[in-house]
């Protein structure tokens, strides 16, 4: 089983940058693929971002590509969001996410229902 912890979240202005973490208990946390989630009020959860159990694939949403960069440290059980140039719409609640059965190159699934173990949740507030 692995658990998971978010943190790095608060507010900032827009075009402002945050740093986003995601601590995992567990020696097993490699074996897992790996997504980033978000959660407006009053919006379904989102897909951000996604990185394979090697973290050597990436992939992510239109939505902030090109701004947000997701790696990870198996060593250190830790998932990184880098968020750059953030944007009032990227206001939400931010949730990693670890799904299991994918393999070591192979992208995690976009899809939240496939995810086996979620994080608190951190929430990012981008002021305009």
């Known amino acids: 089983q692995v658990q998971l912890v978010e943190s790095g979240g608060g507010l900032v202005q827009a075009g402002g940058s945050l740093r986003l973490s995601c601590a995992a208990s567990g020696r097993t946390f490699s074996m897992y693929g790996t997504g980033w989630f978000r959660q407006a009020p009053g919006k379904e959860r989102e897909f951000v971002s996604g990185i394979s159990r090697s973290g050597g694939s990436t992939y992510y949403a239109d939505a902030v590509k090109g701004r947000f960069t997701v790696s990870r440290d198996n060593a250190k059980l830790t998932v990184y969001l880098q968020m750059n140039s953030l944007k009032p719409e990227d206001t939400a609640v931010y949730y990693c996410?670890?799904?299991?059965?994918?393999?070591?190159?192979?992208?995690?699934?976009?899809?939240?229902?496939?995810?086996?173990?979620w994080g608190q949740g951190t929430q990012v507030t981008v002021s305009s």
């Open positions: 996410a670890a799904s299991s059965g994918t393999s070591w190159a192979a992208l995690p699934p976009r899809g939240a229902n496939e995810y086996d173990y």
